[in-house]
């Protein structure tokens, strides 16, 4: 079955720089990869995904890169800011099916004034 | 629209005891999904519902462990009896449809913490 693996599992980033979370797959049948982030005392929601027939997709200061060869996919968060504070799980699954979704372990981000 | 709803948002209870949680997802969702969360550890799948059938119940991890939904609508997750290691945030999500050729995002509803003593 599929494995994902997420690094790192901490992150701490001034306000204003960059981070970047990094995740590895291992079913080659994976083609759909979701990016949820969970806000202390909320529930996961999801901020980006991306498809295998795509290798980056943005909205605003998110982006999600994906190397299907390599089976790693990346989330890059620019001009970060302290509301970007959360829980981010990578996940993965089959996009043509209603499947499970197979998460990350999350990485916790926080963002220093 | 509402969101996923799940009852109680914390439960606390002794070794042994039973728990039964509940998630009402989105009016309209066939797929229903129950998740759990160890601390610091991933979201891990329990199972999958279509409607009031169970599509995947691969993730669950014994027979202490109870899911239904009868009717398709709500669902609930029994453990009896509970264990230490039964502790942890229990998520249910929710999507609309099921297969073909266009993915359903999943939506999650704000978790049961568990705490088992």
């Known amino acids: 079955g599929e494995n994902v693996e997420q690094h790192p599992s901490t992150l701490s980033v001034q306000e204003g720089d960059s981070a970047v979370i990094k995740c590895t797959y291992s079913?080659?049948?994976?083609?759909?990869f979701p990016w949820y982030k969970q806000e202390l005392g909320k529930r996961p929601q999801l901020i980006i995904d991306?498809?295998?027939?795509?290798g980056e997709k943005k909205d605003q200061r998110i982006a999600v890169t994906l190397n299907k060869t390599a089976k790693h996919f990346s989330l890059h968060i620019t001009e970060t800011q302290p509301e970007d504070s959360a829980v981010y799980f990578c996940?993965?699954?089959?996009?043509?099916?209603?499947?499970?979704?197979?998460f990350g372990s999350g990485t916790r981000l926080s963002i220093r004034p | 629209e509402a969101g996923v709803t799940q009852f109680p948002s914390h439960s606390v209870i002794e070794k042994g005891q039973t728990v039964t949680l509940r998630c009402d997802p989105i009016?309209?969702?066939?797929?229903l999904y129950w998740y759990r969360r160890v601390m610091g550890k991933e979201i891990k799948f329990l199972l999958h519902?279509?409607?009031?059938?169970?599509?995947?119940e691969s993730g669950m991890p014994n027979n202490r462990f109870l899911a239904e939904r009868t009717g398709g609508t709500y669902s609930t997750l029994k453990v009896q009896p509970a264990e230490l290691e039964d502790s942890g945030v229990y998520f249910c999500?929710?999507?609309?449809?099921?297969?073909?050729?266009?993915?359903?995002?999943?939506?999650f509803g704000p978790g049961t913490r568990l705490t088992v003593l």
């Open positions: 999500a929710s999507s609309q449809g099921f297969g073909g050729i266009s993915y359903n995002e999943q939506f």
């Open positions: 079913d080659s049948a994976s083609n759909y």
């Open positions: 991306i498809r295998s027939n795509v």
């Open positions: 996940a993965a699954r089959e996009y043509s099916s209603a499947s499970k979704i197979i």
């Open positions: 009016s309209g969702h066939d797929n």
């Open positions: 519902f279509v409607k009031e059938s169970k599509q995947d």
